[in-house]
């Protein structure tokens, strides 16, 4: 058998496998995500939603009236980094007067700054001491 007979034997046989269709996937003959989420609702005999909260066990129930410590940003949830940037010190480099390659324009001198690592590298949690 020729090279390129079995390649084309081989593409047609892949692309018998792509044949099947999105009906044939996901059947539309499904009960919808409301019924599955009434049904599990009702599963856990309760329809109180402080009741069903403990019973999942996401959040502790409560009235309400509890402070949102945790949920919400502060100034010192903002200050206090979690993953904190490593030091990258930003080198200053000098180019002196010189004249430019063929054209021979002169450049006057300037400096520039780039960074001594190519990026930024983040710590994880507890590898750099607090610097308070």
Known sequence: MHPLQ???????????????TKDTV????GPTMLTIYQSHMSALGSQ???A????????PAGDGTEG????????FNE???????LPNPILVMYVYPHLAAEER???????????LYPRVEYALPGEVPDRR
Do not use: E, K
Request: net charge neutral; proline share 11%; with cysteine.
């Open 6 to 20: 079995i390649t084309l034997l081989v593409a047609s046989i892949n692309l018998l496998g792509c044949a099947s």
């Open 26 to 29: 996901l059947p539309h003959d």
């Open 48 to 50: 109180d939603p402080l």
């Open 52 to 59: 069903l909260r403990a019973t999942l066990g996401t959040r």
């Open 68 to 75: 949102l410590a945790g949920y919400s940003r502060d100034a």
């Open 79 to 85: 200050l206090d980094v979690t993953f904190p940037r």
């Open 105 to 115: 324009v002169p450049i006057p001198g300037y400096a520039t700054t780039f960074p």
